[in-house]
């Protein structure tokens, strides 16, 4: 079992900068691929970043791309994502989530998952 928490959200200007963080409990942090996604007021669920167990494969939303960035920590068994030069549209709030390695299912569906936070508020003004 893991349990994530993230922390980080707050209300900010369009063209600042947040990093979230996402803290997992257990010692197999490492065992886990890393993502994050963000729901809307009124949207679906989507995804955002992912980072491999290791960290050496990302892939990003296209919409985040060059603002967003993930990374890793397997000592502390947390993962961020810094946000820069934020917009209105990415007021959401922020899921992280982790998939064991060894199951099949696409990085960026939400049924790969295998446990999620609670989410992290970020909220936009232009």
């Known amino acids: 079992q893991v349990q994530l928490l993230e922390s980080g959200g707050g209300s900010v200007q369009a063209g600042d900068s947040l990093r979230l963080s996402c803290v997992a409990s257990g010692r197999t942090f490492s065992s886990y691929v890393m993502s994050w996604f963000r729901q809307a007021p009124g949207k679906e669920r989507e995804f955002v970043a992912s980072i491999s167990n290791g960290g050496l494969v990302i892939h990003y939303a296209d919409s985040v791309k060059g603002r967003f960035a993930i990374s890793r920590d397997n000592a502390k068994n947390t993962v961020y994502l810094q946000m820069s030069s934020l917009k209105p549209e990415n007021t959401a709030v922020y899921y992280c989530?982790?998939?064991?390695?060894?199951?099949?299912?696409?990085?960026?569906?939400?049924?790969?998952?295998?446990?999620w936070g609670q989410g992290t508020q970020v909220t936009v003004s232009s």
């Open positions: 989530a982790a998939k064991i390695v060894l199951r099949s299912g696409s990085y960026d569906a939400q049924q790969s998952y295998d446990y």
